[in-house]
């Protein structure tokens, strides 16, 4: 500013009062503004450009984005409704499965780490749809936290790719942990549970096993 355009700033904290003062020639005008005003103009005269956030091409049924400053979070709906899957050293090739979404992170370097799972309404997924009990094993009741044991999580240098990881997690061996019978509606122990269901089409688990856990898909995205 030049001496015969001067702006003044007077902050009076114990007041919480900020004045501006502005000097045009002879002439002085004053106002007061709010904090958040102030901060406003600050942030504005700042900004240079708006860069803005290309995600990049996302992974196939990627339901949401969240980026900070570790990395990136991605919750991706799963529509195929069946699974390879083992219980110890038993295989269960072409397993029927409900609904599945998969929530998990990745680091700069694409490498996945916090994976959730939960089992959702058989309908094209909305903030409201309902979820339920996952009737499997090794994922913790309520948050969806799967235990991977120590089993390495792939790394993901194009994004697009991840849409191999549920399968990928489907596909680890299952043991007892983190097993509830109480969170299917026949009562069944787990190993009954899978002899039950692999002739069993997914549609059945709708009518006959999933119990409502009360949380909402909107809920599962944006659960820390």
């Known amino acids: 500013m030049n001496a015969e355009n001067d702006i003044k700033i007077c902050i009076s904290p114990r007041q919480g009062k900020i004045t501006i003062e502005e000097q045009e020639g002879l002439v002085t005008t004053r106002k007061e503004i709010d904090r958040q005003t102030l901060l406003s103009c600050f942030k504005n005269s700042l900004r240079t450009e708006d ?23 991605f919750v991706l709906w799963h529509p195929k409704l069946y699974a390879d899957m083992t ?13 599945m979404v998969f929530r998990f992170s990745t680091n700069a370097e694409g ?3 916090d994976c959730r799972i939960g089992v959702v309404a058989d309908e094209t997924p909305t903030p409201d749809t309902v979820m339920y009990h996952y009737p499997f094993s090794n994922v913790s009741e309520g948050s969806g936290h799967l235990c991977v044991g120590a089993n390495t999580m792939p790394t993901y240098k ?30 069944l122990e787990y ?4 002899e039950f269901l ?3 089409e997914p549609s059945f688990y709708y009518s006959d096993v999933l119990i409502p856990n009360e949380w909402t898909l909107g809920r599962f995205i944006e659960a820390m």
């Open 87 to 99: 219980l110890y050293d038993t295989p269960y090739s072409h397993f029927p499965i409900p609904r």
């Open 191 to 194: 190993r009954d549970l899978m």
């Open 51 to 73: 860069p803005g956030y290309s995600s990049g091409f996302l992974p196939l049924n990627c339901l949401s984005v969240w980026q900070g400053r570790e990395g990136k979070r």
């Open 111 to 113: 490498k996945v780490s």
């Open 158 to 187: 194009k994004l697009h790719k991840a849409v191999n990881l549920p399968a990928f997690l489907l596909s680890i061996p299952n043991n007892m942990h983190s097993y509830y019978k109480t969170h299917n509606k026949l009562g």
């Open 198 to 200: 692999k002739d069993k």
